[in-house]
């Protein structure tokens, strides 16, 4: 599978792991474990020297996870529908309450025309349904040209940004 990373197209590698999966027997490399999973093998999972990500549904607060953040490589934050967007504040809180640096992935019914918008809260990496073109879907990050608000991207606004 292909996702959108930082504007470009590349390889996915991270695998995702299953709730079900015995923790003795997780592959050796980039992985990511839903919340629960998380909770429940915290210990064994922090010891791994391989990456990590966590995926975190909507109704999840990315509280539960701030302590931990930084054995997290990735936070992969759910949009079960388009018109759902939790997820758009559960990115900016990462990156603006609790500073996160990592890659944050927008995930399910990620569609072309809200990834400027999700870029501006701060994801980076996005998987785009299979059903849509990802050679189209990069074209959606510049089709908001003018931003009038503050936001992770551009901490001015737009009447603040004219008048310096």
């Known amino acids: 599978m292909k996702v959108i990373n930082n504007r470009q197209i590349v390889a996915d590698s991270w695998q995702r792991i299953d709730d079900e999966s015995n923790i003795e027997n997780l592959p ?16 064994s999972l922090a ?3 391989d990456a990590l990500g966590i995926t975190l549904n909507p109704e999840e607060d990315v509280a539960e996870i701030a302590a931990d953040l930084s054995s997290f490589a990735l936070v992969v934050l759910q949009f079960p529908a388009f018109r759902d967007g939790r997820a758009y504040s559960q990115a900016r809180n990462l990156r603006l309450h609790y500073d996160y640096q990592g890659e944050i992935r927008a995930s399910g019914n990620v569609l072309r025309d809200q990834l400027a918008f999700m870029e501006r ?7 785009i349904d299979e059903h849509q073109d990802i050679n189209d879907a990069i074209n959606g990050f510049d089709e908001v040209e003018v931003k009038y608000q503050a936001s992770s991207d551009e901490p001015l ?8």
């Open 28 to 43: 050796s490399d980039k992985i990511i474990v839903s919340l629960a999973f998380w909770n429940e093998h915290k210990q």
């Open 157 to 164: 606004p737009l009447y603040k940004r004219l008048t310096a």
């Open 121 to 127: 809260v701060g994801f980076n990496s996005f998987e």
């Open 47 to 49: 010891a791994r020297d």
